[in-house]
């Protein structure tokens, strides 16, 4: 699939990986099984059985290996065989399965798909505020049947949230005055967003003080290649910095992991410093986070997934409207760096000329 493959993906919330469970799951087209360690470290290796590509995640943990539960070949965190049970005990020299590099940082667990060594240093240190324990953090995952740059596309576009989000993250006085600002920094995509002396969106009357009728309103988009964003929102008193006074905000991560071509893992992570003890506040917070991203974005991008089909998006000639400044922006810098890395790996290019010229 085209996707780049040397970098950082978010495979898993560290929960997800429990001791002595096994946790399979597809990323870039390829079987992945995750588990820890008798030390708690996490591990990554091929899921597929090299013997009869039966799953190894329906297998069982046995400390620091896993053995498959159709005909009981045992694997290693090196991918080798370590255990036949059939025969002379002799293990096949074929009997083994690919290792992935697997780490836990910022409260998410990043995979490295890639040939060349991982660095760790290429994970941004700009998600460090998802593991704050001064935040309080709501995370969720949703799997969606859709390209993952769909869902970078929606994201990044902020215009989006006048229309399919009316009502809960957005106001009508919203619609005026939009002008959204994007720039490409290094390889980080930014687009600002500021609106001041408006309506509080819905969403946030709750955290505000009592009576406040005006904000001056913020949402700001970063994008991490390939597919991690962070996005501060919130609203500041009338003239005064941010979080000073009663005005909320918060800050989240999306991580948008490809699992194949058409389907996509999407990892979020709500972050905020008001109401740290407040249950109500969290199942607001959540209730909104699932009905805006389950019920309104999912079904939209899926529904757009199938309207555009099995071709590259830019072959069907979409009209480019000026807020969609920052979505150009991000397919364009991420088509410049999988070419870059298939020259580099002698991969063939396919389909991404022509969106490398817009």
């Not at 909104?288 to 389950?294: A, D, K, M, Q």
Request: glycine share 8%; proline share 7%.
């Amino acid at each position: 699939m085209e996707a780049l493959r040397n970098t950082w993906y978010v495979a898993a919330w560290p929960d997800e990986i429990e001791q002595g469970a096994l946790l399979g799951r597809t990323i870039l087209d390829e079987p992945i099984l995750m588990y820890r360690k008798r030390d708690g470290s996490v591990v990554a290796i091929g899921g597929r059985c090299p013997h009869r590509f039966a799953p190894l995640h329906l297998g069982r943990h046995m400390g620091d290996t896993v053995r498959c539960g159709y005909h009981g070949l045992e694997f290693g965190a090196d991918g080798q065989c370590v255990l036949n049970p059939h025969g002379n005990g002799v293990t096949p020299k074929n009997a083994t399965v690919p290792t992935y590099p697997l780490v836990e940082r910022h409260a998410m667990v990043w995979i490295w798909m890639g040939s060349e060594p991982a660095d760790e240093s290429l994970i941004p240190d700009e998600f460090a505020f998802a593991a704050d324990p001064n935040r309080v953090h709501i995370r969720g995952m949703l799997h969606v049947e859709a390209s993952y740059q769909l869902l970078v596309d929606n994201l990044m576009d902020l215009s989006h949230g006048l229309y399919l989000h009316a009502g809960t993250l957005a106001t009508d006085q919203m619609q005026e005055n939009f002008v959204p600002k994007a720039r490409l920094d290094g390889d980080v995509v930014r687009c600002d967003r500021e609106q001041p002396g408006i309506e509080p969106p819905p969403l946030w009357v709750p955290a505000l003080p009592p009576g406040t009728e005006r904000v001056d309103y913020y949402s700001n988009l970063s994008w991490h290649a390939p597919s991690n964003v962070i996005h501060p929102v919130g609203c500041r008193m009338l003239g005064k910095p941010e979080g000073v006074d009663g005005g909320v905000g918060s800050r989240s991560a999306h991580m948008f992991t490809p699992e194949t071509e058409t389907t996509t893992h999407y990892f979020y992570s709500n972050s905020r410093d008001y109401g740290l003890d407040s249950q109500e506040t969290d199942d607001r917070i959540r209730a909104t986070l699932e009905r805006v991203f389950g019920t309104q974005d999912r079904p939209m991008i899926e529904a757009q997934h199938k309207m555009i089909g099995n071709v590259d998006l830019d072959s069907l000639h979409p009209v480019v409207l000026p807020s969609d400044r920052a979505t150009v922006l991000v397919r364009r810098r991420l088509a410049q760096l999988i070419k870059r890395e298939n020259a580099s790996t002698g991969r063939e290019q396919v389909g991404e000329d022509a969106l490398s010229a817009r």
